[in-house]
Every structure is written in structure tokens, then in C-alpha cells.
């Protein structure tokens, strides 16, 4: 089926399957990486898009279900994110695979209000995981960036 | 292949009716595991995303809850955390906010998964699911819907259109044990609601729907702890545990017993 | 469209990881390319009888054993694999490969493919397996001829044991041991009854550690492509110039035939080394003549390579007033189907389990079995990690009986500078007493100690080994830094350049470091055991002399010469030792068994840090690992069959699961750089079950499950008066 998606402020047409995924949709039809499908079972946060503004699991959201909504991925924030600008100074990543899903739920956290505290932010990182463990670190920066 | 965006639930209603192959979408959060997991494809979809009604919301008299309306709405509505307590708790403990961010009321009910945390909550608070289909409406207490492992007893034509959850006269706990990852689901859960003249306790996660014993609870006598060790003893005596990677049955007895002790000593307050 | 979906790059100072803008393995495409699906057996052990490819379509390759059956076996230290199996050895093992033009035409041929079996009894547990009546794995052992294959191998024929390591200190060089142990020999032994003399208090115990899952983010991506008779394969390893021996020795070629390049990883921890899915793919590309892709599925991820499950028996015997007299012990590595660096493990393993102490005997059997399960091989502390459970745990036991504060019981017996270690290497650069002191006092040790635990290692580094590295003078002025160590999220290509902006006298801004790529680096043994940085950091000084001396480009070569002798365990077993302590708070729910960690903190020996941030995050992510290795995470087999493969029945530590972790870099201006990869995984798990034992606990299994916990209580629990 032929839909039409709002990607990073772009309006894009593109030809798929109802099941196809939209991680697939961003990878393979719009050549958008920093969306990357790891578990498969939405528990990991790597493939996390904002829809609306709010985190959701690309690697489990059929595509036709984005219809009509804005989706964000990490090249859709403004250059000066400060969101970005922490991960970056704060060096709160190892390998990275898993940083631009951090990125966006910590920006949904900071846009909500839920990023007051430590133990707040913590909460709101459920479902990111990072196997390096940059757990401090990535706390730290969006701590800061909510700043 | 079709994928349907009615906007009404008649419209629903009628293409379920004509289409009964036709799989229902609402969040798509279990329909997006199964999928990519190979285990279903369908050549007709009809999707809830663009009918409003089903995300009606009001706290007035019942909780009422559009099949459509999210985990994290109701984890966060004001008036629920205000009013329905317990309820706020076990929908805001469901995975992360990002799920809770498209998991809905309807879609957790419908999936009938045993390790979901809302269930148990809504059977010990009384909960009803509105359930629609061309034929008519019914209305099916939450403690009747669910009767297996990922199996309701809804009808192939009918959807769940609305939930509607009374408003508590007493305290409620919902106590969530988890054995691995503080972000595992439950090995154990329990929900306890208080209400006039008695208690209803309600276990999940344990077996393969959740477990609810009004004759046990009819002995329980608020704050004796005698009496609640018993009423936490005959639940793990009376519930048929399952193993998995999460707790052996053996353990899961062992942990029914003291969780509903300790639940039942949350609610005595 | 593709290219400007992408963030240009503008004056932003995002870090490219922050914004999506680097490339993994998993990114490069390689226009053409055809996609590569792996059909896998369904059994255990057997022979497959029947492959029926009836229900694919006809522009699809399919790639049977037989087809491939010119090819040798391959192996980094034990030639023992095929590039398809027709008897599968483990469930999971691949059996034909499918190839087409799409991914989803790769995959609709690969689940309409029909194998039929005769099916075979599997063995499965490491010990079992090394039993005369086992059913064999493998029928023979043939050492591989690589660089990987760095001591002999000791296998023991006729039986599942690919490699025996032992350690007999000089008094006990006369004890041989049955060929094969499958319990502690009763101390009535003549030799170790004699070792064991001198000591007041001997305690014993069997430690076990489950197979576990490296789970890196990003799944094994290779592809592979002829280029005009040479193999170029894209692929995330740590491990280049293996791969490039063994890609070249498989299809006979000069390994200058051969060119691997490795793009930054998406994680590793291990699961990335030696021949992994590169051998099929670059076959598949010779069949189709075509650029060939294979990404594996989650699923298949977690039974690619796992850590070695290990039975540890232990015998540890002290004088009442606590100096320690000998150590015996006897280890099982499960190494599934195929050794893989198993051999390496036991080996490690072993040594590694006598611990940072001064011992008059030590006695060390380490073996490294076959069974039917998914391959085991390196893993983020390799070996040193399950033993180090087992030293650490007895320890403590060995503290309760002397009655003597764990702290100092260890105190008394830690190895200092001039010491002799049980392989009669002597001891230098050592910092065990200040890590001890330091762990205790982040737990405030001396204020009471229920529900508190220490932990202290030893761990080596790859020795022998050999760096290499080549400095190039760009005409820009800047200048390129060439070698093979690989980028897995530690930090590598920052610290290269940061050491070599150092030993040039330049600013990092005008040093350039590409990924490994074998056409153009020179050799390097491998990016494992925390070697990198601290190697890499004398080849750099080295090419520096070199550069300024001969102009454009300037050589560094560091030989490491060293090893033992895995008949008596003598010789040089690290040239650098990784040091590092542990020490846990924690409550334990005596009625459900749930840990609840209150504190966890790791102090490592970091010689000079190169990167504060990289360092930090290396110590804090073994931390976090290991955490999961000591609570949660296991592998789980029924009848060889993996239950658990995918994240939401094998848990990985999350943001919430680390919240009470502190750390600290133990530094000495001047001093030599240490790697830090995985010094903080092996010393997490004990300190946590010393902590748990001090609360009347008796913790031996890892993880430390509720259930466990609860099983393990020493004494009934007290009712509260």
C-alpha cells in the first residue's frame, strides 16, 4: 500500500506492506540509520522514534499506523539540541548503537517534565538498555540537559 | 491487502462482521511482536488509530476507558492517581513509557497475556469490559473475559470498545515481584482492593489467568495477622503455579504466600 | 533521497554516535549485494539425511554441506569446524545456506526448506561430557595452525576433552593426576595430603557458572565480495588478522589475498572474535559471484557464541593464624561444539583462579570439554571471571572458619612486588594491598560488616602478543595512525588518538585513525583481554622514533614474549597484570531471596588513564555486566535446546538494576597505561555473594537468583522476637 509519512518535518510517499515495520521503513526506504531494530521485542529502546513527540518502538510499529503523526528520529532535532550537546560533551556513550534512542526518550522526558531527578530520569530510561553500561554517564548528561 | 482506517466502532463493527479473517489493530504493540516473530500475517487490517470515540476518557462517576486509551494516560491522569490508586500504579509498572506510550486498555485485555500487570488490578477492582460486535453490546466482568493463556472469550466478531472500572471504597496495593532485571515482568503479582465488607485479592503472572478466590478473602479479617497469613496460605496452596525463567512453580508458591500476606497487611491500613 | 534524509555535517560538535552518524558493520551496503539466510539444525547431535528444496524458488542459491564439503575444517585454536555442518553438533548449528537477491525472499526460501535427521544423543554438561562412556563430539582433535593456537594443545584423545591445563608448583611437579578428575581426589592423596600438611583449616566447595549471552546491540553483519581473485570482507571483529589467516588457509590463499575490514562495532564483548559468520558469507559470495550480506537475527545472536559455563572444584587449606599454605583445584569449561579459543579459557581460567596470593603449592586442572551445545569462546573476562567466583567465595568461607576478618586474611596473604606467583613468574608492579584497602573503605568496612563483601583479582593480558602500528605524514600536515585495533565502543580510535598526539608533540586535531583494514594496516594480534590501549601505547612511541628518524612513515613493533607451559603451568602468564578489587552492600529479602544491592563499587589499577571518560566508562560498564552476570543472566538449555534466546527472557541489566554502582580509577602519574576492558567483570560477582553470605547465605551457583538464595540459607531464618 502507498502511504504518506511525516519524517523529520519531511513529507515522504512510500510503497510498503501493512506489517512492514517503520524501522524498515526509515532504514531501507529513507536510508535513515540512527533507527536500528536490536531486540525484536521492544525492550531495548535502539529502534526508538518519537511519534508526536512521544517515544515509541519503530521495530514494532507498523508503518501505516504512523500515518498522519510526526516522526522524529535523532537527525530530525535541531543542531543545537541541548540534549545532544550533553550526550556529546558528557562522552555518555560507548558504542553507541543505542545513543540516538537514549537521545530521543530523554527529550520526551525533559519536554514532559520528568527528568527532575536521578531517580526520575532512571525511571523514564526504562526499556533503553545500553550492553556498554553508560548508565552514569548517560543520566548525568540528560540530568544536565534538563538544565 | 487492506488496511482499514474506520471511524466509528458501527463502521468497525460492520467491516469485523463482513471480514471475519480481518485482524483488529489498536496500539499494535502485541500485533507488532507476533508479527516480526513470523507468527501471523493477515491480508486485512482493520485499524482503530482514527476512531475517536474509542479514546474516551472520564473519571465522573466510573473509571470509564476507551479500548483506545493508553497505559500511560491512565498511569498519569490526575484523577486516577487521585481516585483509582491502585489502577494508576499497575498500568504505570507495564514495561517502559515508551510501550505504555501506545499499549492500550482494550489491546492488554484482548492479548490475555498472564505476565501483564493491569489484569490482576482490574479483576480486583471490579473492572468491566464493554464488549461490542453487530450483534449488540455486553457488558463482561474482566474476572470472566480472560480464561487461558492468551485466550478470551470474546466472540470472533466482537471487540472490546470500553472499560469501565467503579470507584473504590477502600485502599488497593498492587505488588509486583520481580526476579531478574528491575525491568523484568512479574514472577508474582498481587492486587488487593478493600471494599466494603471484605477484600478482593487477585494473583498474577503465576498461572495462566488471574486468580481470584472470593472464598478464601470471605475469611480474612482486616489487620489479624493470623488470619491473613492463612487467607496468604490457602492462595498458594489453591493456585496451580507455573514454571519458567522467571521462578520454578515451588518458588512461586513460596512467593504467593508471603506477597498476599503482605499486600493483604498494605490494605489493613 | 537517502543522502539527504541524513544530517549534513555542519559545525554541530555532536559526537557522530550522539546524532546516528556513524556507520556499523550493519550499515555498509555494498550495491548488489545478495542477501545470505542460514538454515540451522533443529537437533543436538546428529546427521542429516535429508535436505528437501522442493518449495524454493528458482533464482535462489542454495548451498548444501555436500557442496561445500572441498573446503577444510577451521578453528582458531582447534581446526574443528566446517562452513556447514551435515552432523550438526549443536541445535542451532547451520546446515545450508540460502542466498537471494532480497532479505525476504532469503528468507521465505530458508523457512521452506525441509532437513530430515537421524538423530544422535547430545551431551550437554561440561563434566558429563568428559566421561568415558560420553558420546564423543568430535572423534578427533587437530590443533589449528594460526597465530590463535599460541601454546600447545593438550587434548585428551578418545574423549570430549580438548585441552587439559595444569599448574604444579615446583614440590608438586611428582602429583600427576588421573587422566581425568571428575571430583576433588580425597586429601588422602599421598602428594597433596603432603601440600596440604602444613595447613590447620582446609575448606572445599564446587562453584558453578552458567553459559551467558554477550548480547551486543548491534547483531554479527558481514559481507563479503571477489574482487579480481582477492576476498574482501566488511565485517565488525575484533579480530582482523585471524580472520584474515583462517579466511586465507580456508580457501587457499596468500593472506595478502585476503582483506578484512572492520568497521566500528555495535558492541562486542567478545561475541565479535575469530571466524564467525565470514566463512559462509565469503563462500557464498564465491557460489553466486556476487557481493553476498548476512545479518543475523537476535535469535541466532544469542547461540552464535557464548560464554563458557564451568564447574569449579576447590580446596584451599591455612595455617590458624591465616597465612595460606595450598590451593587445588579442578575446573570444567563447557566449550560446546566447537572450541573456539576454549582451550584459552581453561587455561586463563586457571591461573587466574590461585588469585592475587602467595601460596606454597598450588595444584591446577583445568579442562576444556566438548559438548552439544552452541560454541562457546571469549567473553568479557575470559575465564577469569568464573573462577575468580569460586577463590573469592572460598575465601570467605575460609575467613568464617579461621574466624579472621575477610579483609585482612587477604591482607596477610596478597602478592607483592618480588613475590613469586604460582607459575614462578615474580611479581611487579603490584597494587593489590591499596585496591583491597580502597574497596573496604568505600563500604565502610569497619563499621560493621553484615550484608558487605570484598572481592580481589589478578588478571592477564594476551601474552604473547605482538603490536604493530604505522604512523603515516599526511601532506596536509596531519598524520594517519594505522592499525588493526578495533573500535567496539571502548574508545579505541580516541585513545590512539590521543596517545599519538602525545608521543608527536601535535594536536589531536592533526591525527587521523581509520578503521582496521588489513590492506593497509600492519599486524596486530587481536583487540581483546584489555591489551589495546597499553600495547598499542609502546608501539606508538616506537613509531614515533621511527617517523622522525626516516621522514613519512614511521613503524612500531612490540613483541610480548612470554606464555606457559600448559604441562606444569611454569613460564610468564602475563607481562602486565589487570588488578582490580570489588566491594557490595546489600539486603537480601529473606523471604522471597530478592538482592536488593545497596552499594556496589569497583576500583581498578589504571597506570596512567589516556581518556578519563573512555577509562571511566570501561570500568563502569564491566560493572553493570557483571552485575547481570551475578543476578540474572543464564543461558538456559533443556535437551540442548536454548528457551531463552531473545531480551525478554534473557534480562540485561538496566538503568534501574545500576543505580547504586561507584567506581574508581586507581592512578599513578608516569606510570604505564593499563587496559581497563574488563578488569571490574571478575571481582562484581563475589563481592556481591560475600555480601550475601555474610547474611547467613551460602551462595555457590551463579546467578544468584532469588530462588537460589533462598535454597542456599545456612541456618532457618529467626523469627523476628
Given at each position: ?6 519524517v ?6 512510500v ?16 536510508g535513515?540509520?540512527?533507527a536500528?531494530a536490536?531486540?525484536g521485542?521492544?525492550?531495548c ?15 514494532l510499529l ?8 510526526r516522526?522524529t528520529?535523532?537527525?530530525g532535532?535541531?543542531d ?7 550526550f556529546s ?6 558504542c553507541g ?6 537521545v530521543?526518550?530523554?527529550r520526551?522526558m ?10 526520575e530520569?532512571r525511571e ?6 545500553c550492553r556498554?553500561?553508560?548508565y ?5 548528561a ?6 | ?9 458501527d ?5 469485523k462482521a ?12 502485541f500485533?507488532?511482536l ?7 500475517d493477515?491480508?486485512e487490517?482493520i ?5 475517536d470515540?474509542?479514546?474516551?476518557f472520564?473519571?465522573a462517576?466510573?473509571l ?6 493508553t497505559?500511560?494516560?491512565i498511569e498519569?491522569?490526575?484523577?486516577v492517581?487521585?481516585?483509582w490508586?491502585g489502577?494508576a500504579?499497575a ?9 505504555r ?16 500487570d493491569?489484569?490482576?488490578m ?14 449488540g453490546m ?6 470472566e ?17 470500553r ?8 485502599s488497593?496495593a498492587?505488588?509486583k ?8 515482568r512479574?514472577?508474582v ?14 494473583v498474577g503472572?503465576?498461572?495462566d489467568?488471574p ?7 470471605a ?5 489479624d ?5 492463612e487467607v496468604?496460605?490457602?492462595y ?11 521462578g ?14 503482605r499486600?493483604?497487611m498494605?490494605v489493613?491500613? | ?5 541524513r544530517r549534513?555535517?555542519?559545525?554541530s ?9 556513524l ?6 551496503h ?7 539466510r ?7 547431535a ?10 524454493v524458488e528458482s ?13 577444510g575444517?577451521?578453528g582458531?585454536q582447534?581446526?574443528d569446524?566446517r562452513?556447514?555442518?551435515a552432523?550438526?553438533?549443536f541445535?542451532g548449528d ?8 532480497t532479505?525476504?525472499a532469503?528468507?521465505?526460501?530458508a523457512?521452506?526448506i ?8 547430545g551431551?550437554?554438561?561440561e ?9 564423543l563430539v568430535?572423534?578427533?582433535?587437530a590443533?589449528a ?6 601454546f600447545a594443545?593438550?587434548p585428551l ?21 588421573p ?10 592423596d ?13 575448606v572445599?566447595?564446587t ?11 548491534e547483531p554479527?553483519?558481514?559481507?563479503a565480495q571477489w574482487?579480481?581473485?582477492r ?7 575484533q ?12 580457501f587457499g590463499?596468500?593472506p595478502?589475498d ?10 562486542s564483548?567478545?561475541?565479535k ?6 566463512a ?7 557460489f ?9 537475527d537476535r535469535d541466532?545472536?544469542?547461540s ?5 559455563a564451568?564447574?569449579?572444584w576447590?580446596r584451599?587449606?591455612?595455617t590458624?593464624e591465616g ?6 583445584m ?10 573456539d579459543?576454549?582451550?584459552?579459557v ?9 588469585g592475587?596470593?602467595?601460596f606454597?603449592?598450588v595444584?591446577?586442572d ?9 560454541p562457546a569462546?571469549a567473553?568479557?573476562?575470559?575465564g577469569?571471571?568464573q573462577?575468580?567466583?569460586?577463590s573469592e567465595r ?6 568464617g572458619e579461621l ?11 596478597l602478592l607483592r612486588?618480588?613475590?613469586?606467583f ?15 584497602d580502597d ?10 560488616r553484615?550484608g558487605?563483601g570484598v ?7 594476551q601474552?604473547?602478543?605482538?603490536a604493530?602500528?604505522a604512523?603515516?605524514?599526511l601532506p ?14 571502548q ?8 596517545m599519538?598526539a ?5 594536536p589531536?586535531?592533526?591525527?587521523v585513525?581509520?578503521?582496521?583494514d588489513t ?20 608501539a606508538?612511541a ?8 626516516n621522514?613519512?612513515?614511521g ?9 606457559l607451559?600448559?604441562?606444569?603451568g611454569t613460564?610468564?602468564?602475563?607481562s602486565?597484570?589487570?588488578?582490580g578489587?570489588a566491594?557490595?552492600h546489600?539486603?537480601?529479602d529473606?523471604?522471597?531471596g530478592?538482592?536488593d544491592?545497596r ?10 588513564v ?11 560498564g564491566s ?5 547481570g552476570?551475578?543476578?540474572?543472566e ?32 586507581l592512578?599513578?602519574p ?20 560475600n555480601a550475601?553470605?555474610?547474611?547467613g547465605y ?5 546467578p ?9 540459607r545456612?541456618h532457618?531464618?529467626?523469627e523476628?522476637?
Amino acid at each position: 500500500m502507498k502511504i504518506t509519512l511525516s519524517v523529520n518535518d519531511r513529507s515522504v510517499d512510500v510503497d510498503v506492506a501493512p506489517s512492514t515495520m517503520l524501522v524498515d521503513v526509515l532504514r531501507d526506504e529513507l536510508g535513515i540509520t540512527s533507527a536500528r531494530a536490536t531486540c525484536g521485542v521492544g525492550l531495548c529502546g535502539t529502534c526508538t522514534v518519537l511519534l508526536d513527540g512521544r517515544p515509541v518502538s519503530s521495530c514494532l510499529l507498523m508503518a501505516p499506523l504512523a500515518i498522519g503523526k510526526r516522526i522524529t528520529t535523532v537527525e530530525g532535532l535541531p543542531d543545537d539540541d541541548a540534549v545532544v550537546r550533553c550526550f556529546s560533551e558528557r562522552h555518555a556513550f560507548q558504542c553507541g548503537f543505542c545513543i540516538p534512542g537514549m537521545v530521543l526518550t530523554a527529550r520526551d522526558m525533559i519536554d514532559t517534565g520528568r527528568a527532575n531527578t536521578p531517580e526520575e530520569i532512571r525511571e523514564g530510561l526504562g526499556g533503553n538498555l545500553c550492553r556498554c553500561g553508560c548508565y552514569v554517564k548517560i543520566v548525568d548528561a540528560i540530568e544536565e540537559a534538563a538544565r | 491487502m487492506s488496511w482499514h482506517m474506520p471511524t466509528t466502532v458501527d463502521e468497525v463493527l460492520r467491516l469485523k462482521a463482513s471480514k471475519p479473517d480481518a485482524t483488529v489493530v489498536a496500539g499494535g504493540t502485541f500485533l507488532g511482536l507476533v508479527i516480526r516473530q513470523g507468527l501471523l500475517d493477515s491480508d486485512e487490517w482493520i485499524s482503530l488509530q482514527n476512531v475517536d470515540e474509542l479514546r474516551a476518557f472520564g473519571t465522573a462517576g466510573d473509571l470509564s476507558a476507551g479500548a483506545m486509551v493508553t497505559h500511560r494516560r491512565i498511569e498519569t491522569e490526575p484523577a486516577v492517581r487521585r481516585d483509582w490508586p491502585g489502577v494508576a500504579e499497575a498500568f504505570g509498572v507495564v514495561a517502559s513509557p515508551r510501550v505504555r506510550n501506545v499499549a492500550t486498555i482494550g489491546g492488554v485485555l484482548a492479548d490475555a497475556d498472564y505476565a501483564s500487570d493491569p489484569p490482576a488490578m482490574l479483576v480486583a477492582s471490579r473492572a468491566v469490559a464493554e464488549v461490542a460486535s453487530v450483534r449488540g453490546m455486553r457488558r463482561v466482568p474482566i474476572e470472566e473475559l480472560i480464561v487461558g493463556h492468551y485466550e478470551t472469550e470474546l466472540d470472533d466478531d466482537e471487540i472490546i470498545t470500553r472499560v469501565l472500572v467503579p470507584r473504590p471504597t477502600g485502599s488497593a496495593a498492587y505488588r509486583k515481584l520481580r526476579t531478574r532485571s528491575r525491568e523484568d515482568r512479574p514472577a508474582v503479582s498481587v492486587a488487593a482492593v478493600r471494599e466494603t465488607g471484605g477484600v478482593r485479592v487477585v494473583v498474577g503472572a503465576v498461572s495462566d489467568r488471574p486468580r481470584h478466590y472470593p472464598d478464601i478473602c470471605a475469611e480474612w479479617r482486616p489487620g489479624d495477622e493470623q488470619s491473613t497469613r492463612e487467607v496468604a496460605a490457602a492462595y498458594a496452596d489453591r493456585i496451580p503455579c507455573l514454571d519458567d525463567g522467571r521462578g520454578s512453580a515451588e518458588y512461586r508458591r513460596q512467593v504467593v504466600s508471603v506477597e498476599v500476606r503482605r499486600a493483604l497487611m498494605q490494605v489493613s491500613r | 533521497m537517502t543522502a539527504d534524509m541524513r544530517r549534513s555535517p555542519g559545525p554541530s560538535p555532536a559526537d557522530p554516535r550522539v546524532v546516528g552518524g556513524l556507520d556499523y558493520s550493519i550499515d555498509h551496503h555494498v550495491p548488489g549485494a545478495w542477501h545470505l539466510r542460514l538454515v540451522r539444525s533443529d537437533v543436538a547431535a546428529g546427521r542429516v539425511v535429508d535436505i528437501d528444496t522442493t518449495g524454493v524458488e528458482s533464482d535462489v542459491t542454495i548451498i548444501t554441506p555436500a557442496d561445500v564439503a572441498a573446503y577444510g575444517t577451521f578453528g582458531c585454536q582447534i581446526a574443528d569446524q566446517r562452513v556447514l555442518a551435515a552432523e550438526p553438533k549443536f541445535a542451532g548449528d547451520p546446515v545450508v545456506a540460502v542466498v537471494a537477491p532480497t532479505p525476504e525472499a532469503a528468507r521465505e526460501a530458508a523457512a521452506s526448506i525441509q532437513l530430515d535427521y537421524d538423530e544422535a544423543h547430545g551431551v550437554f554438561n561440561e563434566f558429563e561430557a568428559a566421561t568415558a562412556s560420553a558420546p564423543l563430539v568430535h572423534t578427533s582433535h587437530a590443533s589449528a595452525s594460526g597465530d590463535a593456537a599460541y601454546f600447545a594443545m593438550r587434548p585428551l584423545d578418545g574423549t570430549n576433552v580438548c585441552h587439559r591445563f595444569r599448574i604444579r608448583t615446583p614440590e608438586l611437579r611428582g602429583y600427576d593426576e588421573p587422566e581425568l578428575i571428575r571430583e576433588l581426589p580425597p586429601l588422602d592423596d599421598a602428594t597433596m595430603s603432603d601440600a596440604f600438611a602444613g595447613s590447620d583449616i582446609v575448606v572445599e566447595e564446587t562453584f558453578r557458572t552458567p553459559a551467558a549471552a554477550h548480547v551486543p546491540m548491534e547483531p554479527h553483519a558481514t559481507t563479503a565480495q571477489w574482487v579480481d581473485g582477492r576476498l574482501e570482507v566488511i565485517t565488525g571483529t575484533q579480530t582482523p588478522f585471524n580472520l584474515r589467516q583462517d579466511l586465507a588457509a580456508l580457501f587457499g590463499l596468500d593472506p595478502a589475498d585476503v582483506r578484512v575490514v572492520a568497521p566500528a562495532m555495535g558492541g562486542s564483548f567478545g561475541a565479535k572474535t575469530f571466524m564467525r559468520t565470514e566463512a559462509i558469507t565469503a563462500v557464498a559470495a564465491a557460489f553466486t559471484g556476487k557481493p553476498v550480506r548476512c545479518v543475523l537475527d537476535r535469535d541466532e545472536v544469542f547461540s552464535e557464541v557464548t560464554r563458557h559455563a564451568s564447574t569449579v572444584w576447590m580446596r584451599m587449606g591455612a595455617t590458624r593464624e591465616g597465612r595460606f599454605v595450598a590451593k587445588q583445584m579442578v575446573a570444567y569449561v563447557n566449550t560446546g561444539a566447537y572450541a573456539d579459543c576454549g582451550p584459552g579459557v581453561a587455561q586463563k581460567l586457571g591461573y587466574a583462579g590461585v588469585g592475587p596470593y602467595r601460596f606454597d603449592h598450588v595444584a591446577v586442572d583445568s579442562y576444556c570439554t566438548y559438548t552439544n551445545l552452541p560454541p562457546a569462546g571469549a567473553f568479557r573476562g575470559y575465564g577469569a571471571m568464573q573462577s575468580a567466583w569460586a577463590s573469592e567465595r572460598l575465601v570467605d568461607m575460609l575467613a568464617g572458619e579461621l574466624h579472621i576478618d575477610p579483609v585482612e586474611l587477604r591482607r596477610m596473604n596478597l602478592l607483592r612486588d618480588g613475590d613469586a606467583f604460582c607459575t614462578g613468574e615474580i611479581m611487579h608492579d603490584t597494587h593489590f594491598e591499596e585496591l583491597l584497602d580502597d574497596a573496604a573503605k568505600a563500604v565502610a568496612w569497619n563499621d560493621g560488616r553484615d550484608g558487605k563483601g570484598v572481592a580481589i583479582i589478578l588478571k592477564g593480558m594476551q601474552t604473547p602478543s605482538r603490536a604493530e602500528v604505522a604512523i603515516h605524514a599526511l601532506p596536509d600536515g596531519r598524520f594517519e595512525v594505522r592499525s588493526a585495533t578495533a573500535d567496539m565502543g571502548q574508545g579505541a580510535p580516541e585513545a590512539l588518538t590521543r596517545m599519538a598526539a602525545d608521543v608527536l608533540g601535535v594536536p589531536p586535531e592533526h591525527i587521523v585513525v581509520p578503521p582496521p583494514d588489513t590492506d593497509l594496516a600492519p599486524y596486530d594480534t587481536r583487540t581483546t583481554s584489555s591489551r589495546s590501549t597499553h600495547m598499542m601505547s609502546r608501539a606508538l612511541a616506537a613509531a614515533a622514533d621511527d617517523l622522525r628518524a626516516n621522514g613519512t612513515v614511521g613503524h612500531g613493533r612490540i613483541v610480548n614474549d612470554g606464555g606457559l607451559d600448559p604441562d606444569t603451568g611454569t613460564g610468564v602468564a602475563s607481562s602486565h597484570w589487570h588488578q582490580g578489587a570489588a566491594a557490595a552492600h546489600v539486603d537480601v529479602d529473606d523471604e522471597t531471596g530478592i538482592i536488593d544491592v545497596r552499594s556496589l563499587y569497583a576500583t581498578s589499577y589504571a597506570g596512567r588513564v589516556v581518556h578519563r571518560a573512555a577509562a571511566e566508562l570501561q570500568n563502569e560498564g564491566s560493572m553493570i555486566m557483571s552485575l547481570g552476570t551475578a543476578l540474572f543472566e543464564e543461558l538456559t538449555y533443556v535437551d540442548g535446546q536454548l528457551v531463552n534466546p531473545n531480551l525478554s527472557e534473557y534480562n540485561i541489566a538496566s538503568a534501574l538494576d545500576g543505580a547504586t554502582i561507584h567506581h574508581r580509577l586507581l592512578e599513578t602519574p608516569g606510570a604505564e597505561v593499563h587496559g581497563l576492558g574488563e578488569t571490574a567483570v571478575p571481582p562484581v560477582p563475589p563481592a556481591l555473594g560475600n555480601a550475601v553470605a555474610s547474611l547467613g547465605y551460602h551462595p555457590c551457583r551463579l546467578p544468584m537468583t532469588p530462588e537460589r538464595v533462598l535454597a542456599s540459607r545456612v541456618h532457618p531464618r529467626q523469627e523476628a522476637p
